[in-house]
């Protein structure tokens, strides 16, 4: 299955969660690595965080695309893949994520990009994903990275 049709599986799942906690789908294989994660992001904050698995001991993960479906009830300023020391950290480093926005009269923002990025993770490091917003809101995200492991 290509990695379009994953994230449109990826984005009905999104759309029926309400208050679900991250939910997350990890693939390591020698060299491969893909994690998908589901996340409904609080009711009345500015900011979403997508948290993704602790990067293994003795492997540096290399970053190769990621994907993102966002359901929003308030526009996203900016957005970013970040990296962390520890669980929760703050981004020791991070690259900006450029998407596009698909409003609809529903009222809601919907959001979906595709990225290839080169992002290199050292071993024992914490990724995420992170947006904010203008103005306090809630919704619905969904977000897989896709890379290769080296050795360390």
Request: hydrophobic share 35%; aromatic share 12%; glycine share 8%.
């Amino acid at each position: 299955m290509n990695f379009t049709m994953r994230l449109l599986s990826l984005s009905s799942l999104a759309l029926s969660l309400v208050t679900a906690p991250a939910q997350a789908g990890v693939a390591i294989g020698d060299d491969f690595y893909e994690e998908t994660v589901a996340v409904s992001c609080p009711v009345g904050s500015y900011l979403c965080r997508i948290n993704f698995t602790k990067t293994p001991a003795g492997k540096v993960l290399i970053v190769k695309r990621i994907a993102c479906f966002h359901r929003r009830t308030q526009p996203i300023e900016f957005a970013y893949l970040g990296v962390s020391q520890t669980a929760g950290g703050s981004a020791s480093r991070k690259i900006p994520i450029p998407f596009l926005v698909n409003t609809t009269g529903d009222g809601l923002y919907y959001y979906t990009f595709n990225e290839e990025v080169e992002f290199r993770i050292g071993p024992n490091k914490f990724p995420f994903y992170y947006l904010e917003t203008s103005n306090p809101g809630s919704g619905n995200s969904n977000c897989a990275l896709t890379g290769t492991l080296q050795p360390q």
